[in-house]
């Protein structure tokens, strides 16, 4: 009987965050959502939250938690007119299994992104801000 409590113990623990991404793994891929998307590799990534864009300039990694807290900056006038404007922010956020919450937090306004919930492997299906296709195109 105590063998069996013991595996059902086990099977819990290990299917908390059972995905690609378990604590203190760095986060990569293509993550999309309803209007967001983030995409990362080893040493950057860019996010698109509605018609705003920003990128973080080091790998994301999470901590024992599944959490992430990274420094970046995001552009939140870009549409209709891009003035350039990128504002220190950070992006924050936690994975379980496959899906990842994000908010994206400008530190030096009172602005906050999100959250937004973002699936792994999943193309962001991103809302009529013509920046979303005319950056990803290289247009």
Request: aromatic share 6%.
């Amino acid at each position: 009987m105590k063998a069996a409590v013991f595996v059902v113990g086990f099977v819990a623990l290990t299917g908390c965050n059972s995905g690609p991404f378990p604590p203190g793994a760095m986060v990569d891929g293509t993550w999309g959502g309803n209007n967001a998307g983030l995409m990362a590799d080893d040493t950057s990534a860019h996010v698109h939250i509605g018609c705003t864009y920003g990128a973080v300039h080091e790998p994301i990694v999470l901590d024992m938690d599944s959490r992430f807290d990274v420094a970046g900056e995001q552009n939140i006038t870009a549409h209709p007119v891009d003035l350039g404007i990128l504002h220190p922010a950070r992006f924050v956020g936690s994975i379980d299994g496959r899906t990842m919450t994000l908010r994206v937090m400008l530190t030096d306004t009172a602005v906050t992104l999100g959250p937004v919930v973002l699936r792994f492997e999943k193309e962001p299906v991103m809302g009529p801000c013509p920046i979303c296709w005319s950056k990803e195109k290289g247009r």
